[in-house]
Every structure is written in C-alpha cells, then in structure tokens.
C-alpha cells in the first residue's frame, strides 16, 4: 500500500547528501519540522520549518539532550493511521501526524577511535536520535524512516521516480535498516562500556556480501564484514569462501615479515616462501620450495610487483595474488588472465580478537601477535646456533606460527624448503617435510627446523639429526624437555627454546 508523506522530522548529524532531499519534498509541498542545526540547515536553503518546540511546548534542555523526547513527537510519530482509538487520541491531543522522520546519530564509534575524553564520549550517545529511529521503524505500515546517511541515496531514488510516496515494501525495507543501524550503534556503545571485560559477545556488520557459495558447491556462503576497507580488487572474478580463508592466512602471514617477502599459501598452509634481497629472487625461491602445490595457489608480496616479477608470475596458473600495490605495466601483464584476482592491499589487517563458531556458540581468543627474535631464542645444549642458524630459526618460527597443527617447517638461508603439518603426531609431519624437501632435491645438511609445540619425546631430534638438520627451535614445556635437550647434546645439533607455542587449527 502506498503512503503519501505530508511531514517530515529531519534530525540529523551528517548533512552532506541531505539538500536535494529536501529540495524534492519541498516541491511535493511536504512539511519539515527539525530540531536545532539542522533546522538550521533547512531555513537556509530558503524551506520554511516547524521547530520541535513549537510542536512539544517545551524548549530544548539540559545542554540539548532532551529535545524529540515528548508525547507531541513520538505520538505523532507511532499513531496507526487505521486504528481507530490511536485517530480519536491524536484529534483529543492535537497530534501532528509525521510521515517521515531522517535521523542520522550522533558519531560515537569515530569519537570513540579519535581518543576524545571520556566526557565527549558520553555526549555522544544519542538518545532522541534512537528513539525516532526505533519508533518509526516499529510503525512501518505508516511511516518511512530513514536511520542513517548510508541510506539518503535510497530515499532521494524514491523521491525522483515516484514523488513524495513510498510503498509497504520500501518501508519494511527502511525498518530492517533501521533496526540494523539502532543495533550497531548500541553494540559499539556496550563494548566501549564493556571494554575488556568481555563479558557478553556483540559483534555487528552491516556489510553482507553474498559468495558463489561456502565451502563446498551445496553449501550458502556469505561474508559479512567490509573488505574494501583493507583490500582494492583490481581485476579477476568474485572472491569465494575459499578464497577467503586463505586470503586472510596470506596476508597473516606476510605481516610478519619486514624484508622483502614473497608467500604462496595452499590450503590455509604457506607452500612457498623466501626472503630475499629483490621480490623476484623472493619470488623465483619461493616457488622452488614447492612447484607442484603452488598450482592455483594464493600469492601474497610485501613489496609492490614489478614488472620482471610479474613476467615470472605469468607463467603459473595462480587465484589470487595480493600485494600493496602493482607497477603499471605488471599490472597490464597480469590482467591477461581473465579470471585471475589482483587484490591491492590497503592496510594491515588489524583484528585484536579472532573468532571461530563452535558447538552453536562463538569462541573468542586474541590474536597470537608473538613474532619471536634472535633475543628471545634460549639456547639449551652444548651447541649453540650460529648467527646464520639463528636467522633462519626465526623464519622457520615465523611460518610454524601460520601452518595447521601439527606443523614442522624446515627452511635454509631464508628459504621455506619443506613443511609437514596438519598430521595426527609431530613425527609424521617431520617426515613429511623431510621426504618433501628431498623429493624437491633440497640438501638439508645445515637446515634448521621449527616446530609449532614441544617434543614430547626425543624421536624428532633423533631424525632432524640423521636428515642433516644442524639446529632446531621449539617452545619447551614438556615433561621431557631434558630428554630432547639430551639428544640433542649426543646428536650435536643445537637447540632453542622459544617459550612460546603455535598450535594452529
């Protein structure tokens, strides 16, 4: 059923986008009725306008809290046009019916993040502005609502087309904004109070972007958060689930690294990585550690491609290729692939907490930030590592943090040369990697290994050992470190604690 609006309450905070709205339904002949600067706003555009006041008898008070907060507003505002006792009360109460109200709240969440004083902080939670939004969506059959300035384009399409009317399925459609903006914004209200505590989960996103389909071809897919904020995609098809995940394990994992870097992930598992003086080096070593698997892998750089990189890039069948920016003419290059994705990558992925479904519930954890150094490596056997050892120690650690458990990654002279993970025990994913590394024609004599948790007993170091691994870096903690430590001293390979686990799901 369509609705004509005869009334409008504008109360808004943002005003960009909101003059040729009023320019429309001033020419339907609408009426406005506002409050303070935005009354403001609309006299000088040359539109007459009621003021709140005039409409409640009451002035706006306690330094402007209180101003839409009054029976002559939200009456006028729920009463059902077709309910007969609502019509009697608002003829008995001089209602003046509104069948439009545009609310835009005040901007807790961007004064929150701008470090304002807990004072500031406080004067911005809205509460008239809630209210109107909350009481206009709840009497939809009657009245549009439109909650936030994301949703002035909408109202002035409506307008253009159609004039000053609006049906029943436009105003549902404002409602469920409505309830969705109300939502969020009390949301970031409670964990701005909640803080650390964490004592309830409320979490919210008002991007939803369907996918092609989950997972797996029989499964929905849809991802709710707001890519464009850390990602421009530059060319290729629609981003899936799948790719996804290994997005997000990519660009996990290049964060780590400072030195140019470049990281072929499989599976949510790196299949490739080095570091090296020049991307293409980085690049030509990353893709020697595992040819095979990097087929249709993600490729992830931190350092813009160039154009010699790019050429070598060509040559393999990849999904997805992330780096913080792409020259010009590599760009052209790789675009000749039509449904390759180029993803430029804006800035870091900055998420304090990750989250996981689990048993109908949600589990939370901080995101594991450790990133060990040299300075933190505790060397525990006769042996000590060289410089050299140590250097790779910490990039094997580096790339043992971001591989399923259980994981073993062996690398050399900056180089990802194997890794075993996602095995039921930490031996077989040791000799996978060996048997890896060899079938690839690795020489591991001087290689070093991390692991992603303790050894629980002395197996691995035995046959790190027999393979020619020279040292070895793992968190400690078992009951039979010394076992470990023990072997090590017979074997002459040196070993570190790093005091810190990585166990990965």
């Not at 479904?357 to 990133?371: N, Y």
């Not at 060996?434 to 290689?447: M, P, T, W, Y």
């Given at each position: 059923?369509?609705k004509?609006?005869?009334r409008?309450?504008?109360?808004?905070?943002?005003?960009?986008?909101l003059?040729?709205?009023?320019?429309?339904?001033?020419e339907?002949?609408?009426?406005?009725?506002?409050?303070?600067?935005?009354?403001?706003?609309?006299?000088?555009?040359?539109?007459?306008?009621?003021?709140?006041?005039?409409?409640?008898?009451y002035p706006s008070?306690?330094?402007?809290?209180?101003?839409?907060l009054?029976?002559?507003?939200?009456?006028?505002?729920?009463?059902?046009?077709g309910?007969?006792?609502?019509?009697?009360e608002?003829?008995?109460?001089?209602?003046?019916?509104?069948?439009?109200?545009?609310?835009?709240?005040?901007?807790?969440?961007?004064?929150?993040?701008?470090?304002?004083?807990?004072?500031?902080?406080?004067?911005?939670?809205?509460?008239?502005?809630?209210s109107?939004?909350?009481?206009?969506a709840?009497?939809?059959?009657?009245?549009?609502?439109?909650?936030?300035?994301?949703?002035?384009a909408t109202?002035?399409?409506?307008?253009?087309?159609?004039?000053?009317?609006?049906?029943?399925?436009?105003?549902?459609?404002?409602?469920?904004?409505?309830?969705?903006?109300?939502?969020?914004?009390?949301?970031?209200?409670?964990?701005y109070?909640?803080?650390?505590?964490?004592?309830?989960?409320?979490?919210?996103?008002?991007?939803?972007?369907?996918?092609?389909?989950?997972?797996?071809?029989?499964?929905?897919?849809?991802?709710y958060?707001?890519?464009?904020?850390?990602?421009?995609?530059?060319?290729?098809?629609?981003?899936?689930?799948?790719?996804?995940?290994?997005?997000?394990?990519?660009?996990?994992?290049?964060?780590?690294?400072?030195?140019?870097?470049?990281?072929?992930?499989?599976?949510n598992?790196?299949c490739?990585?080095?570091s090296?003086?020049t991307?293409?080096?980085?690049?030509?070593?990353?893709?020697?550690?595992?040819?095979?698997?990097?087929?249709?892998?993600?490729?992830?750089?931190?350092?813009?491609?160039?154009?010699?990189t790019?050429?070598?890039i060509?040559?393999?069948?990849?999904?997805?290729?992330?780096?913080?920016?792409?020259?010009?003419?590599?760009l052209?290059?790789?675009?000749?692939?039509?449904n390759?994705?180029l993803?430029?990558?804006?800035?870091a992925?900055?998420?304090?907490?990750s989250?996981?479904?689990?048993?109908?519930g949600?589990?939370?954890?901080?995101?594991?930030?450790?990133?060990?150094?040299t300075?933190?490596?505790?060397?525990?056997?006769?042996?000590?590592?060289?410089?050299?050892?140590?250097?790779?120690?910490?990039?094997?650690?580096?790339?043992?943090?971001?591989?399923?458990?259980?994981?073993?990654?062996?690398?050399?002279?900056?180089q990802?040369?194997a890794?075993?993970?996602?095995?039921?025990?930490?031996?077989d994913?040791?000799?996978?990697a060996?048997?890896?590394?060899r079938?690839?024609?690795f020489?591991?004599?001087?290689?070093v290994?991390a692991?992603?948790?303790?050894?629980?007993?002395?197996?691995?170091?035995?046959?790190?050992?027999?393979?020619?691994?020279?040292?070895i870096?793992?968190?400690?903690g078992?009951?039979?470190?010394?076992?470990?430590?023990?072997?090590?001293?017979?074997?002459?390979?040196?070993?570190?604690?790093?005091?810190?686990?990585?166990?990965?799901h």
């Amino acid at each position: 059923m369509e609705k004509v609006i005869r009334r409008a309450l504008v109360s808004v905070y943002h005003k960009e986008g909101l003059a040729e709205i009023l320019k429309l339904l001033h020419e339907q002949g609408v009426e406005f009725v506002s409050t303070g600067g935005t009354s403001t706003f609309i006299e000088g555009l040359g539109y007459p306008c009621v003021a709140v006041e005039d409409l409640t008898k009451y002035p706006s008070m306690l330094g402007g809290r209180v101003k839409t907060l009054h029976p002559a507003i939200q009456g006028g505002i729920l009463a059902r046009r077709g309910h007969e006792t609502d019509q009697k009360e608002v003829l008995e109460y001089g209602l003046s019916l509104i069948d439009l109200v545009i609310v835009d709240l005040y901007p807790f969440e961007a004064t929150v993040a701008s470090g304002a004083s807990e004072e500031d902080i406080i004067e911005k939670i809205d509460i008239g502005g809630i209210s109107l939004i909350r009481g206009a969506a709840k009497n939809f059959e009657d009245v549009v609502i439109i909650p936030s300035q994301a949703d002035y384009a909408t109202l002035l399409e409506i307008l253009r087309e159609r004039g000053a009317r609006t049906t029943l399925e436009e105003r549902r459609h404002f409602a469920r904004r409505a309830f969705a903006v109300s939502s969020h914004y009390d949301s970031a209200i409670f964990r701005y109070f909640d803080g650390e505590e964490r004592s309830a989960l409320r979490l919210t996103a008002d991007e939803a972007k369907p996918l092609r389909y989950g997972e797996n071809p029989h499964q929905k897919g849809v991802f709710y958060g707001d890519l464009d904020r850390y990602f421009e995609q530059l060319h290729g098809k629609e981003l899936s689930y799948n790719n996804l995940q290994d997005v997000e394990a990519a660009v996990s994992l290049i964060q780590d690294f400072s030195e140019p870097t470049f990281a072929i992930l499989k599976h949510n598992n790196a299949c490739g990585c080095a570091s090296r003086p020049t991307l293409l080096e980085a690049w030509t070593d990353a893709l020697a550690g595992d040819p095979v698997s990097a087929f249709g892998g993600v490729l992830v750089a931190n350092r813009p491609i160039d154009v010699a990189t790019a050429h070598e890039i060509d040559k393999l069948f990849l999904e997805v290729l992330i780096a913080p920016d792409f020259e010009a003419e590599a760009l052209t290059i790789l675009e000749g692939k039509k449904n390759r994705i180029l993803l430029r990558q804006k800035e870091a992925i900055d998420a304090r907490w990750s989250y996981r479904s689990m048993l109908g519930g949600v589990l939370a954890q901080e995101t594991d930030r450790a990133v060990e150094t040299t300075a933190e490596m505790k060397p525990v056997t006769k042996v000590a590592p060289t410089a050299e050892e140590l250097t790779d120690l910490v990039f094997a650690t580096k790339l043992v943090k971001h591989s399923k458990s259980n994981a073993i990654v062996l690398s050399k002279g900056g180089q990802l040369i194997a890794s075993g993970v996602g095995q039921t025990s930490r031996v077989d994913a040791l000799k996978q990697a060996i048997e890896k590394a060899r079938h690839f024609g690795f020489d591991l004599k001087g290689a070093v290994l991390a692991s992603d948790a303790f050894f629980p007993f002395d197996d691995c170091v035995t046959l790190a050992a027999e393979a020619g691994i020279t040292a070895i870096a793992q968190p400690g903690g078992s009951v039979r470190d010394a076992d470990s430590i023990a072997a090590a001293d017979r074997l002459g390979v040196a070993m570190v604690m790093t005091g810190v686990r990585h166990f990965k799901h």
